[in-house]
């Protein structure tokens, strides 16, 4: 029988598989009760069946995340967009950590969406999820997990800041160009092109 009760009162399951190479290998899963452990054999091996890729089961989304931005995301874009790629994943290893995609749910995304939201701009969170999910739905479609944890997220962070602000006055501006008019030369030339 594939599940199991153990001395700590817990319920194993374990499903066994061919892997692509043929060689033997199984997964076991912990429940309080029984009837989840037979549950999860019964979804495991229905997903075996549908192409499901058990190997990558227990992979963690910062090692799934970083191993995506390597095959997709490095040749053929620009190195601006590839450095974002990566800020993300640290954003990723930093809240999750080691912990495996298929134990992620919804809420826990959400949190931490929540979490990143308070302290970053909307248009960044945005960023952010629209990177997540894409890897995400690539994994589901890989057979790596059985559902997309970051379906339907809601998406938060700070409002833009108002225009005003994100702008020089007419006499900032002149106070500027006089500074950099002085001060500028071919040794600072973020100087040079601010001029320009």
Do not use: C
């Not at 290893?93 to 929540?114: C, E, G, T, V």
Request: proline fraction near 3%.
């Amino acid at each position: 029988m594939s599940v199991t009760k153990l001395n700590n009162g817990k319920w194993q399951a374990r499903v066994s598989y061919k892997d692509d190479d043929g060689n033997y290998k199984s997964v076991t899963h912990l429940e309080k009760r029984k009837t989840d452990a037979v549950e999860w054999e019964t979804k495991t091996k229905n997903a075996l069946l549908e192409g499901a890729d058990l190997s990558r089961s227990t992979e963690s989304l910062k090692h799934y995340f970083l191993d995506w931005i390597r095959i997709y995301k490095t040749d053929g874009v620009s190195r601006h967009t590839h450095e974002l790629y990566m800020g993300n994943w640290r954003h990723i290893s930093a809240y999750f950590k080691d912990q495996p995609m298929s134990a992620i749910k919804r809420p826990d995304y959400q949190k931490f969406l929540n979490e990143f939201g308070r302290s970053h701009g909307i248009a960044t969170s945005h960023k952010l999820h629209q990177q997540v999910h894409t890897a995400i739905k690539d994994a589901v479609a890989d057979g790596i997990l059985k559902r997309d944890f970051a379906y339907k997220a809601h998406v938060t962070g700070r409002p833009p800041k108002p225009v005003e602000e994100k702008y020089l006055t007419l006499s900032d501006y002149q106070k500027l160009r006089k500074y950099l008019i002085k001060t500028a030369d071919y040794d600072h030339m973020t100087m040079l092109m601010m001029l320009f």
